[in-house]
C-alpha cells in the first residue's frame, strides 16, 4: 500500500458547491449594506453623475422610493448625501443647520414613508460651504477645529431633530464626537447613534463623490491637515480609540479595499462594530474594468464586499448596494 499521501488534501471540502458552502467561513446578506445616497433640489428630478456611472442624484420623490427599494431587498440603512443649490452654500456653510435643508427634508420623508429603514446621515460641512473644505476656515485657509466642531454640533442636533437615526461625522475634526454625544444626550436623543468615521483617510478615491456633490470645483487645496496620512496605521487606531471614549457607537475605516488592514487591526484590538466605506473611487474602478470588458461585475462586487466581512466588518457602505443585494438573492 503506498503511504498516505497527501497526509491533508485542503481540496476535499473545496469540491462540491454544497461543501463549500458548508464550509464558508464569511458569509454575505443584503443586512450587511448601507446605500449612499445623493439628494437634490425639485420635484421628478434624476441627474446621472457621469464619474459614477450608473449612480444618480435624486430629488426628494426618487429618495422615497430608493428608500422602499432598500426595505424591499433587506438593506437595512440608507446614507444621505446633499448636492446643496449653490446659491445655498456660503462661507460657513450656515446652510447645514437649517432645517429646511436637503437633508432634513430627505430625512423626514423617509422616515414617513418607510419608517423601519435606517437613515445614517453625514456631519462635515463640505457640501454646504462655498470653499468645499469639511470646516469653517481662517484667512490662510486653514481648517479651524475647536471653531468647526461647534458647527458640527449644531448641524448634528438639526438632523437628529429631522429624524436621523445614525449621525455620522466624516470631518475629522478633534474632539467632535464627545460634544456630539453630549449634545444629543441634552437633547434627549439618547437613542441617536454615532457612527464616527474615525479612520478617514486623505484619498485620490474620492473624485467621483466631490462630482455628486460638486465639490470637486470648489475645494481649495486640499484636505491633509485633517484627514489622515494613508502612511499611517498606527496613528488610525488611536483615532479610533479617542472616538469610543468620547461615545462612538460604531467607527468606519475610509476608503475600504486600500485599507483592509486597518480595518482587521481595529477589529482585533477594540472588538467594536466596524464599518467600511467602499468610496466613489473604489466604485468607478470597478465599473471602468466592467467597461473595459477586463471584469465580470456581479463577480467582482460579491468578492470585494465579501472581503469587508472577511477583514471583520458589521457591514459596507456601498454605491453597489441595491445591486448587490439583488446578487444576494433578495
Ligand atoms: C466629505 C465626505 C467625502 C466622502 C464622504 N464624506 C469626501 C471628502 O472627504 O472629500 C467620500 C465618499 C466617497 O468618495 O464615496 N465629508
Same mark, same amino acid.
Given at each position: 500500500?503506498?503511504?498516505?499521501?497527501?497526509?491533508?488534501?485542503?481540496?476535499?471540502?473545496?469540491?462540491?458547491?454544497?461543501?463549500?458552502?458548508?464550509?464558508?467561513?464569511?458569509?454575505?446578506?443584503?443586512?450587511?449594506?448601507?446605500?449612499?445616497?445623493?439628494?437634490?433640489?425639485?420635484?421628478?428630478?434624476?441627474?446621472?453623475?457621469?464619474?459614477?456611472?450608473?449612480?444618480?442624484?435624486?430629488?426628494?420623490?426618487?429618495?422615497?422610493?430608493?428608500?422602499?427599494?432598500?426595505?424591499?431587498?433587506?438593506?437595512?440603512?440608507?446614507?444621505?448625501?446633499?448636492?446643496?443649490?449653490?446659491?445655498?452654500?456660503?462661507?460657513?456653510?450656515?446652510?447645514?443647520?437649517?432645517?429646511?435643508?436637503?437633508?432634513?427634508?430627505?430625512?423626514?420623508?423617509?422616515?414617513?414613508?418607510?419608517?423601519?429603514?435606517?437613515?445614517?446621515?453625514?456631519?462635515?460641512?463640505?457640501?454646504?460651504?462655498?470653499?468645499?473644505?469639511?470646516?469653517?476656515?481662517?484667512?490662510?485657509?486653514?481648517?479651524?477645529?475647536?471653531?468647526?466642531?461647534?458647527?458640527?454640533?449644531?448641524?448634528?442636533?438639526?438632523?437628529?431633530? !429631522?429624524? %436621523?437615526?445614525?449621525? +455620522?461625522?466624516? *470631518?475629522? =475634526?478633534?474632539?467632535?464626537?464627545? $460634544?456630539?454625544?453630549?449634545?444629543?444626550?441634552?437633547?434627549?436623543?439618547?437613542?441617536?447613534?454615532?457612527?464616527?468615521?474615525?479612520?478617514?483617510?486623505?484619498?485620490?478615491?474620492?473624485?467621483?463623490?466631490?462630482?455628486?456633490?460638486?465639490?470637486?470645483?470648489?475645494?481649495?487645496?486640499?484636505?491633509?491637515?485633517?484627514?489622515?496620512?494613508?502612511?499611517?496605521?498606527?496613528?488610525?487606531?488611536?483615532?479610533?480609540?479617542?472616538?469610543?471614549?468620547?461615545?462612538?457607537?460604531?467607527?468606519?475605516?475610509?476608503?475600504?479595499?486600500?485599507?483592509?488592514?486597518?480595518?482587521?487591526?481595529?477589529?482585533?484590538?477594540?472588538?467594536?462594530?466596524?464599518?467600511?466605506?467602499?468610496?466613489?473611487?473604489?466604485?468607478?474602478?470597478?465599473?471602468? !474594468?466592467? %467597461?473595459?470588458?477586463? +471584469?465580470?461585475? *456581479?463577480? =467582482?462586487?460579491?468578492?470585494?464586499? $465579501?472581503?469587508?466581512?472577511?477583514?471583520?466588518?458589521?457591514?459596507?457602505?456601498?454605491?453597489?448596494?441595491?445591486?448587490?443585494?439583488?446578487?444576494?438573492?433578495?
Amino acid at each position: 500500500m503506498t503511504a498516505a499521501y497527501p497526509a491533508l488534501r485542503l481540496r476535499r471540502t473545496r469540491a462540491s458547491g454544497w461543501s463549500r458552502r458548508l464550509h464558508a467561513e464569511n458569509t454575505l446578506t443584503p443586512a450587511d449594506l448601507i446605500w449612499p445616497l445623493f439628494v437634490t433640489d425639485g420635484q421628478g428630478v434624476e441627474e446621472p453623475i457621469a464619474t459614477l456611472p450608473g449612480v444618480s442624484r435624486w430629488s426628494l420623490d426618487g429618495i422615497v422610493a430608493r428608500a422602499k427599494e432598500a426595505r424591499d431587498l433587506g438593506i437595512p440603512c440608507l446614507a444621505l448625501f446633499p448636492n446643496t443649490p449653490h446659491d445655498r452654500r456660503s462661507h460657513d456653510g450656515a446652510e447645514a443647520a437649517n432645517p429646511d435643508n436637503l437633508m432634513c427634508r430627505a430625512t423626514r420623508a423617509i422616515k414617513d414613508a418607510v419608517p423601519d429603514i435606517g437613515v445614517l446621515t453625514d456631519v462635515a460641512l463640505d457640501p454646504y460651504t462655498a470653499h468645499g473644505h469639511d470646516g469653517l476656515v481662517d484667512d490662510s485657509g486653514y481648517v479651524l477645529n475647536d471653531a468647526t466642531v461647534e458647527a458640527l454640533v449644531a448641524q448634528s442636533l438639526n438632523q437628529a431633530r !429631522a429624524g %436621523a437615526d445614525v449621525i +455620522a461625522p466624516s *470631518d475629522m =475634526m478633534d474632539g467632535r464626537i464627545g $460634544l456630539i454625544r453630549a449634545a444629543l444626550e441634552d437633547e434627549g436623543f439618547v437613542n441617536v447613534q454615532i457612527m464616527s468615521y474615525a479612520a478617514k483617510y486623505a484619498s485620490a478615491f474620492y473624485g467621483p463623490f466631490r462630482d455628486a456633490v460638486n465639490t470637486r470645483g470648489l475645494l481649495k487645496g486640499d484636505k491633509k491637515t485633517y484627514q489622515m496620512d494613508p502612511a499611517n496605521a498606527q496613528e488610525a487606531l488611536r483615532e479610533v480609540a479617542l472616538d469610543l471614549a468620547e461615545g462612538a457607537d460604531s467607527v468606519m475605516v475610509k476608503p475600504g479595499l486600500p485599507y483592509l488592514d486597518i480595518i482587521r487591526q481595529v477589529k482585533d484590538r477594540f472588538a467594536v462594530p466596524v464599518f467600511a466605506y467602499q468610496v466613489s473611487g473604489e466604485y468607478a474602478m470597478i465599473e471602468a !474594468a466592467v %467597461a473595459a470588458g477586463a +471584469a465580470d461585475r *456581479d463577480a =467582482m462586487v460579491l468578492e470585494t464586499l $465579501l472581503a469587508f466581512k472577511r477583514a471583520g466588518c458589521s457591514g459596507v457602505l456601498t454605491y453597489h448596494a441595491a445591486h448587490a443585494a439583488r446578487l444576494m438573492g433578495a
